[in-house]
């Protein structure tokens, strides 16, 4: 019996360090990344559709990522994301979380100085950041500090893209149907640039 728990003993012992590698999370090989629109010109009001992806086996919460470069021309570009069953009846998507503008945060390494120079490095990241800066009432919270609070997801898949920018939506992948795809309607002296990505984890 002691024999049988050592070599169980020994048998844990040697999957423990496959296991502690295995921390962190597969960001290229495990989501997968659909083109909705590739980098794209298009001008005048004609309303234009891409082509419709294929959500089937997804699971989870899907993002979907929008860029978009605009001459203003009119000040219009409405982008909404679309649903469908069976390619013919779309319905528009909701019960998204939309991030409509990025929020830029400092990094300072204060522990490294380059050569040369006497201040410590500083790096701007630029995140679409699905969460908004909350200052609490500190009599009621026991504290003063902010914090994010997430985006609610209680709101369509509409967004004004006349400005340009980036935009990012998230979504349950398993409340719409199994097609998906975005629709633009420009103004008519409006030329734009556009594209479009959605990240989803397929079920196993």
């Known amino acids: 019996m002691f024999k049988k728990l050592t070599l169980i003993g020994a048998l844990l012992t040697?999957?423990?360090p496959g296991a502690f590698a295995q921390s962190g999370f597969d960001y290229y090989q495990v989501p997968r990344t659909i083109v909705i629109t590739a980098a794209t010109k298009f001008t005048g009001s004609t309303v234009w559709?891409?082509?419709p992806v294929d959500l089937h086996g997804s699971v989870g919460i899907a993002k979907v990522d929008i860029a978009v470069y605009t001459n203003g021309a009119a000040g219009k570009l409405d982008i909404s994301g679309y649903t469908s069953?069976?390619?013919t009846n779309w319905t528009l998507v909701g019960s998204c979380s939309?991030?409509?503008n990025t929020t830029s945060f400092n990094y300072t390494n204060s522990t490294y100085i380059s050569a040369g120079n006497t201040n410590p490095i500083l790096a701007t990241n630029i995140l679409a950041y699905p969460f908004l800066a909350t200052t609490p009432v500190a009599s009621s919270a026991g504290f003063a500090t902010l914090y994010p609070f997430p985006y609610p997801f209680t709101n369509s898949f509409v967004i004004d893209g006349s400005k340009?920018?980036?935009f990012e939506f998230g979504f349950n992948a398993q409340d719409i149907n199994r097609y998906f795809s975005l629709q633009y309607a420009g103004a008519s002296t409006g030329t734009n640039f556009?594209?479009?990505f959605i990240t989803i984890r397929k079920q196993q």
């Open 164 to 166: 340009g920018g980036t």
């Open 98 to 100: 939309v991030v409509s």
């Open 194 to 196: 556009v594209a479009a």
């Open 85 to 87: 069953p069976d390619l």
């Open 14 to 16: 040697a999957c423990l």
């Open 49 to 51: 559709s891409n082509n």
